[in-house]
């Protein structure tokens, strides 16, 4: 694709075009060869858009709630990015995260649903990518959902600005959330569907979580709400917009990009490299090494070591 | 807004999934058949983009844009294929979308040409099976962009 073609689609995307900016989206989704001309022409004009995550247990209301707060912000143009997995099996992927949206949000709202497609780390470079066109774009917020289920899915809502973490009453008491590894990423918790008994004890459950300490001066604050029925939405947003204006005059707005950034140049690195370690296990050194790895001559540690060598040559294997 | 510079149809290789928007259109409650077709269309590796009920033309037009579908499968079980389908392809054509457009529900045979001649891809019948939807809606994709 040409650079003038390039800019012409971001124009478009940039007026309100739909299909242009679900076309772009499409070119970074694939990872393909236009991926990198459009992501380095959206990190022109991206880091305007409030990047909002959302996350917690299959079923526990987030694509309710999203649609919901995409409402409430009074933004002139939310997006919204839906991540579910697909199968393992097939590749394919049923994403239904519309049809729990749809008729709350106004049509200024972009809503992209997209698959996991199979590779973890693929997702990790595909969304970053994903949230840099919309913001370039001009859609502010951007919220990403993903099920809180899988260390990538969690990491990828984690990696925004603002975390919300959603659970329901009966999801499990505290043990059960350390273990999901969803505590640490909450800046704030929704216990969604409150109108269930328990909801106080789910709340009582996450605030002696909390009580037990919490990174830096940001205590996550719980919030109640009915989704459904869009109660406690309101103040969700609210707390959204606190914990924003606490992001700013604390500095820790700026840390975080820098740290999201960072762990995405990390992750290209990773994905780059595994590509290309697949290579060279196939080509003549990994097939020479493999086989000897096959007659026991050779242990995997070892011809690791070898391979990356000729991968990296600055980092010679140990006699 | 019926041409778009710079958006041809994608010519993917096999490895890129496609992209289903399934949909009912209008007062229709019947969706339990549009379920077992997402269900196999994702058992055919395509990624399926849900609407559900209560879908307009608007809607669907809408979600196809945001989510650069290539092909739109609709579910008709109210005898209003004859009004609403003609309106779905005309829809896509105004928007400029050249996304094909596959009915499956309860359209009696005599319709079927009448539809094929207003632009629907393809009709599927309550006799279809899984592999004549899946390549149904493949022939309807590769008939519309030859590239893929």
């Keep these: ?319 | 807004m019926s041409e778009t510079p710079g958006i041809s149809p994608l010519s993917a290789d096999d490895q890129e999934p496609l992209r289903v928007v399934l949909a009912k259109l209008g007062f229709d409650g019947h969706d339990r058949g549009l379920k077992v077709v997402a269900r196999t269309l994702r058992d055919a590796g395509m990624e399926v983009i849900y609407l559900g009920l209560r879908q307009t033309t608007d809607s669907i037009v809408a979600a196809c844009e945001q989510e650069d579908a290539d092909v739109i499968g609709l579910s008709m079980h109210n005898a209003g294929h004859l009004t609403l389908a003609p309106r779905m392809v005309q829809a896509v054509e105004e928007a400029g979308l050249g996304v094909p457009v596959v009915i499956g529900g309860i359209v009696p045979a005599e319709d079927v040409t009448v539809l094929i001649e207003a632009g629907v891809a393809a009709v599927l019948g309550p006799g279809a099976s899984t592999e004549e939807v899946v390549a149904a809606v493949r022939a309807a994709v590769a008939h519309q962009s030859p590239a893929r």
């Design chain 1, 1 to 319: 694709m040409s650079a003038p073609l390039l800019d012409e689609l971001f124009e478009s995307a940039r007026t309100g075009n739909r299909r242009a900016l679900g076309r772009l989206l499409t070119m970074v989704e694939r990872q393909d060869d236009n991926a990198v001309m459009v992501s380095e022409r959206a990190h022109r004009d991206a880091g305007q858009a409030r990047v909002i995550g959302v996350t917690g247990a299959p079923g526990s209301g987030k694509s309710t709630i999203t649609g919901r707060l995409a409402a409430v912000s009074g933004a002139a143009r939310p997006a919204i990015l839906a991540i579910d997995p697909s199968s393992p099996l097939t590749g394919g992927a049923i994403l239904g995260d519309r049809i729990r949206m749809d008729n709350n949000v106004s049509s200024s709202t972009f809503i992209r649903s997209m698959a996991t497609r199979g590779h973890a780390g693929g997702l990790a470079v595909a969304v970053p990518d994903a949230v840099r066109v919309l913001d370039a774009a001009g859609c502010d917020p951007v919220i990403v959902e993903t099920v809180g289920v899988g260390q990538v899915e969690v990491t990828v809502a984690a990696a925004a600005d603002t975390t919300v973490v959603v659970v329901t009453p009966g999801w499990g008491d505290a043990v059960q959330a350390n273990k999901a590894g969803l505590l640490e990423v909450a800046d704030i918790f929704v216990v969604n569907k409150a109108d269930r008994p328990d909801a106080r004890g789910a709340r009582r459950d996450l605030e002696l979580m909390l009580d037990l300490g919490h990174r830096g001066d940001w205590r996550a604050p719980i919030v109640l709400t009915t989704a459904t029925e869009g109660e406690g939405i309101d103040d969700l947003w609210s707390e959204i917009e606190r914990h924003t204006s606490y992001l700013h005059h604390s500095g820790e707005l700026i840390r975080r990009r820098c740290r999201r950034r960072r762990s995405e140049v990390a992750d290209r690195i990773e994905l780059g490299l595994r590509d290309r370690a697949l290579r060279i296990i196939d080509d003549q050194s990994g097939e020479s090494a493999m086989v000897r790895v096959e007659r026991h001559e050779l242990s995997p540690a070892a011809a690791a070591e070898q391979l990356l060598a000729t991968l990296i040559p600055d980092n010679p294997p140990e006699e």
